[in-house]
């Protein structure tokens, strides 16, 4: 698999390297989780987007396009005149697109395994959200452009904080100023030195009520890097309005059915230790998914330090925040 480099000795290198090992933040609610739930994600990820669509329809015939985080796939192939190849960071997502034929591997959206120009296009589609840090998210952005060739167009879309639905921030659970200043600001280091605990207490949100609930599991102890007494949630502003308009580090609940986590013994380990919680009520297991989402004009900011690319398209689609770049 894939993923996270080594930090190597060269000094002029360690930069890239510290950006391109895997916070443990992404590995245990992005990674672990999409490996978790993958067979119930792909079977709900089938419909195209029209904007997507219709800048996969733009391109010219025999183009090679890159799908950078790819997930189950629905994207390959799409354009019927053009190659695609795909990749994702999840083993079960990878294996589902092989089964179905298109030419996909396991790799980091931060370091993709590609040579320099080789693509007409590349599409990264609700992927780097799940990045944790500005220098990961702007390493994500600067691979896209290195693998397509001069003149090459990236089309990059992330969820917005500015959803057409108001109601979702209510589904989900902020977190809180103490885990942003730990963990996801890019001021800190990206990689945080590991602990030989994890969370006594997760909060999760209630989906009918949008009410943040804290569950109080006692959690078993492991190498995942996150510190017992650490407090990653929020409890409910007086303000919800104005405490959404700076909130941006989400978790986001995903419920696996039963009947599909029977499936792999993977949810019935998660819920053992914790890491997955069960809702009766609903018949699911619930996991939580990391968010990092797009205040308007963040896209924008972190393709301005990038001298090789400019903005040629940017939009707001169905709750997304969009940009097409070219490279110069």
């Known amino acids: 698999m894939l993923g996270a480099q080594e930090t190597v000795s060269t000094e002029g290198n360690n930069c890239s390297a510290s950006v391109q090992s895997t916070p443990d933040i992404e590995k245990k609610y992005v990674h672990r989780v999409y490996d978790a739930i993958a067979p119930h994600f792909s079977s709900t990820r089938f419909a195209k987007w029209p904007k997507v669509a219709g800048f996969l329809n733009s391109l010219r015939l025999g183009s090679v396009i890159l799908d950078a985080g790819c997930g189950n796939g629905k994207y390959l192939g799409f354009n019927p005149d053009c190659l695609f190849i795909g990749c994702d960071i999840s083993p079960p997502l990878i294996e589902i697109c092989a089964g179905r034929g298109h030419e996909v591997l396991v790799a980091d959206a931060v370091n993709l395994p590609y040579r320099d120009n080789f693509g007409d296009a590349a599409i990264s589609i609700a992927v780097l959200h799940h990045l944790s840090t500005d220098a990961r998210r702007r390493k994500a952005i600067e691979e896209l452009i290195r693998v397509v060739r001069k003149g090459g167009l990236v089309l990059i879309t992330v969820w917005a904080v500015e959803q057409e639905d108001k109601s979702l921030l209510n589904k989900w659970t902020p977190l809180c100023e103490k885990y ?59 303000n919800i309005d104005e ?45 939580n998914r990391y968010y990092h ?36």
């Open 180 to 238: 942003n200043e730990e963990w996801v600001d890019p001021s800190s280091p990206p990689v945080r030195n590991q602990s030989t605990t994890v969370l006594e207490s997760i909060s999760e949100t209630d989906e009918d009520t949008g009410a943040v609930r804290q569950r109080n599991d006692n959690l078993k102890r492991s190498n995942d890097g996150l510190d017992d007494n650490a407090d990653v949630t929020c409890s409910n502003s007086s």
């Open 243 to 287: 405490h959404h308009k700076t909130q941006q580090e989400y978790f986001v609940p995903w419920h696996l059915p039963f009947h599909r986590a029977e499936i792999s013994g993977a949810s019935a380990a998660a819920l053992e230790n914790g890491f997955a919680k069960r809702d009766d009520r609903k018949g699911t297991v619930v996991y």
């Open 293 to 328: 989402v797009f205040v308007e004009g963040e896209l924008q900011r972190l393709v301005a330090g990038i001298n090789n690319a400019v903005v040629v398209d940017q939009f707001y689609d169905k709750s997304n925040w969009c940009i097409v770049l070219e490279k110069l």
